[in-house]
């Protein structure tokens, strides 16, 4: 239920806080008192569309804050949960308004979008009025409303799930049909590709080692050369070796003759003699080192080049070639087994559109008796509201063509106004005191099932009076019993029946060259003068006290 509403610089609002109880409280006050202005509060609250022109004159922005006490079964909080937003409880509106039209909007302090604001205000709150064009007068609501009468809610849920299990088996029996007509056509290039790619046989991370394994042997190829050139030219034919060793030959011959003389440059040569054998050996061993076999090179060339030449054939990369191959053989796997598979899901598919078309069919019949059950709880009521030749109907169509989550039907709340008269939608046939009584008696009809925890109706009595106020009164009074109910009115048979009672008035502002709107509960002596204001008018006299005391004292005996 709506527990507390606070409101603060809006129109000719300074600031309110008003709180709620359960049953039926009226508002009621003069005409022009303000209480347009509580609503419209409200409805922003809701996510209402914002407007800067509700700014109080001379503040840069206002601000409306609704609470709700609700269990936490609530399905408000599935909603909330949907989108990550915390709530087990409480729950708190608030919509900031500036003045330049911005507006910003919160979910228990967390912010939200106005979207999202107005989605979880429709679970709260309905408001019905002469102008009423959400709730009960949207006719996308009117199938849920009648599967909520007729207690068809678990029904409702099998035949959503029965649709969910044929539509998915018919998504994946088109995917089938459209994948095997794919690999069809390309059969042959697959069993082909198929074969060229598992006789390649490639290995995940082969390119990168063959490439690594080919540039080694290639510069090994390249160094060897250089070796083997000093080899030659040390060791080779051309080696200074022989020339050396015989010089030293002559000149140690020479030495006996010069003692001493050559010495120092016999040792040199010497040396040289051994750094030279020394430098041959060396060499030799790194040229043997080298050595690789040009056939190997010419192997992994080759395997190099046709793993890069499949890849530019088949437009992937190296190292994708072997998913391809898995991929391509899964293919043909599919192909291959996708007549036995077909067969199978196209069993499947009708047997799953046989159920539900079945429990549809069920729900349907269901349905129908929940409408003339409807119908007729809705004309018990009409003929107290001043509605006696007027008659509901609920325009109920089912057409197995047509498919969805909600079964086969549709549903259409319509309303003849007088005999002899085409039935028709409520929003289009009805006037609007016409249009606000059949929503009082559909709800009452309706009593808890598919409605709010909030109904606020506003002003549904304006152009009756006296018997029909008072069915009215006794209408609002019984349909709080299961859910809250608000009434803005100016019939005092409806507010003799209301637990609580809110009056709104408009006074000046101390100091001020200004008015402002105040609200406040009464009871007692306050509750019988304002009573008896609404009996009388203006002018409230002795007699107008008098009926209003005898007309509580009526409604709370009846």
Known sequence: ?????????IVLIDQLQISFESGLTVLTGETGAGKSILLDSLSLALGARGDGGLVREGQEKGSITASFDLPPSHPVFSVMKAHDLEGSGDLILRRVQSADGRTRAFINDQPVSASLLRRIGEHLIEIHGQHDDRALVDPATHLTLLDAFGGLDNACAQVAVLFRDWRSKKDELADLKRTAEEAHREADYLRASVEELEAL?????????????????????????????????????????PVIASLM?????????????????LAALERALVALDEGASSLGQALRATE?????????????????????????PVEDLNDLVIKMANDLETLDNSADRLVALERETREAETGFVSAARALSEQRQHAALALETAVAKELPSLRLEHASFVVDFRTDETQRSERGIDQAAFWVQTNPGTRPGPMLKVASGGELSRFLLALKVALADRGSAPCLIFDEIDTGVGGAVAEAIGRRLERLAEQVQVLSVTHAPQVAARASGHLLIEKSGVTGQNRVATAVRPIVGDARKEEIARMLAGAT?????RA????????TCGS
């Open 1 to 9: 239920m709506l527990a507390n509403l606070s409101i603060r610089d």
């Open 201 to 241: 046989s490639p290995q995940a991370g082969e390119e990168v080692e063959l490439a690594e394994q080919r540039q080694s042997m290639m510069q090994a190829e390249k160094v060897a050369g250089d070796i083997n050139e000093a080899y030659e030219a040390v060791a080779g034919p051309q080696s200074p070796v």
């Open 249 to 265: 030959r002559r000149l140690e011959r020479k030495a006996e003759q010069a003692p001493g003389l050559l010495d120092e440059a």
């Open 292 to 316: 690789f076999d040009s056939a190997a090179l010419e192997s992994c060339e080759e395997r190099l080049f046709a793993l890069r030449a499949a890849a530019r054939k088949f437009n992937v």
């Open 540 to 544: 409230i006299t002795n007699e107008a």
């Open 547 to 554: 009926a209003a005391e005898k007309l509580i004292a009526d």
